[in-house]
Nanobody, 118 residues
Framework: QVQLVESGGGEVQSGGSLRLSCAAS????????VAWFRQAPGKDREFVAAIFWSGSTTYHSDSIKGRFTISRDNAKNTVYLQMNSLRPEDTAVYYC???????????WGQGTQVTVSS
């Protein structure tokens, strides 16, 4: 079993930055591909970014490309999402999940709220 815990959310003004963390416990994350998703009120859950277990390959959705960067530190069993140039439309609850790319992602965090004010 893997428990995922997101942190780092908060309220920031448009143009600001936040770094989200997804920390794992119970089992190492090092063999999992991990993804970030977000869900805004009244909207479907949206894929944000993903990273391979080795960190060698990353994917970023078009809506955040060039502004957000996913990374990981396997020594710390943690995956990050650096978010720069935040916009009000980035307001959502952000979740990390694993294993990305599997038929079913069994492990989800509880989410962390990001609110961007204009």
């Amino acid at each position: 079993q893997v428990q995922l815990v997101e942190s780092g959310g908060g309220e920031v003004q448009s143009g600001g930055s936040l770094r989200l963390s997804c920390a794992a416990s119970g089992r190492t994350l090092t063999t999992f591909n991990v993804a970030w998703f977000r869900q805004a009120p009244g909207k479907d859950r949206e894929f944000v970014a993903a990273i391979f277990w080795s960190g060698s390959t990353t994917y970023h959705s078009d809506s955040i490309k060039g502004r957000f960067t996913i990374s990981r530190d396997n020594a710390k069993n943690t995956v990050y999402l650096q978010m720069n140039s935040l916009r009000p439309e980035d307001t959502a609850v952000y979740y990390c999940a694993a294993p990305w790319g599997a038929a079913k992602m069994d492990y989800w965090g509880q989410g962390t709220q990001v609110t961007v004010s204009s």
